[in-house]
């Protein structure tokens, strides 16, 4: 099993200001998801992070906005750049171990004023 | 149209009764996961399925490939199972998931 935790578990930034997000995996793993989830809202992927490339984005999110980095196989970050109210949601950091299995983080829940 | 949907949006039980979660898609699969987001946020896969059935304490979730069609259920439910409930398929390449909009489960006392 994969245990993974997120820092902060919650904030409140203030509109224009940005919040990185970390997660951290207690093991080694090769892809790392980033989600969203807006308040009544499922899940939405923004990006998939890759040890050493860069991250691939899902339509509708781009890398200006939500810069990821991914230094090594069990850290990577989510910045939200320039926020808006429209950016509170929950983030979650996710992992995949194998074809089978998918591991969750805490999730952190950001409200933008 | 969503290509992952969920049946009930909002479901209400009293402590003990069967609970069943219904959960269609739309394209293929290489596996469907069943996920519990608690108040905080957090989220527990509860299982991931390619095929038959799985049964883990209380709850059971099954799938029909065939039908594009799984279901979680929870027998005896308690208080403590309220929750939303989550299905997600993965696709038949990699590991992305794409995520039923849930179903709030509240099981009263």
């Known amino acids: 099993s994969a245990v993974i935790s997120q820092k902060p578990s919650r904030d409140i930034c203030q509109r224009g200001t940005s919040l990185t997000i970390q997660c951290q995996v207690d093991?080694?793993?090769?892809?790392m998801f980033w989600y969203r989830q807006q308040p009544g809202q499922s899940l939405t992927l923004i990006a998939t992070a890759n040890q050493g490339s860069e991250a691939t984005y899902e339509s509708g999110f781009v890398i200006d906005k939500f810069p990821i980095s991914r230094p090594n196989l069990t850290f990577s970050t989510l910045t939200v750049s320039n926020m808006s109210p429209e950016d509170s949601s929950i983030y979650l950091c996710?992992?995949?171990?194998?074809?089978?299995?998918?591991?969750f983080g805490p999730g952190t829940r950001l409200t933008v004023l | 149209k969503n290509e992952v949907e969920q049946s009930p949006q909002n479901l209400t039980a009293q402590e003990g009764e069967f609970i069943t979660i219904n959960c269609s898609y739309s394209?293929?699969?290489?596996?469907l996961h069943w996920l519990q987001q608690h108040p905080g946020g957090g989220i527990v896969s509860l299982f991931m399925?390619?095929?038959g059935k799985k049964k883990h304490g209380r709850l059971i979730a099954t799938i029909n490939i065939q039908e594009k069609h799984s279901s979680l259920h929870i027998t005896a439910s308690h208080p403590r199972d309220s929750a939303v409930y989550i299905c997600?398929?993965?696709?038949?390449?990699?590991?992305?998931?794409?995520f039923g909009e849930g179903t709030q489960l509240t099981v009263n006392p």
């Open positions: 997600a398929r993965r696709e038949t390449s990699g590991s992305r998931l794409t």
């Open positions: 996710s992992v995949g171990q194998g074809p089978d299995t998918q591991y």
């Open positions: 399925l390619s095929s």
């Open positions: 093991s080694q793993v090769t892809m």
């Open positions: 394209v293929g699969i290489s596996a």
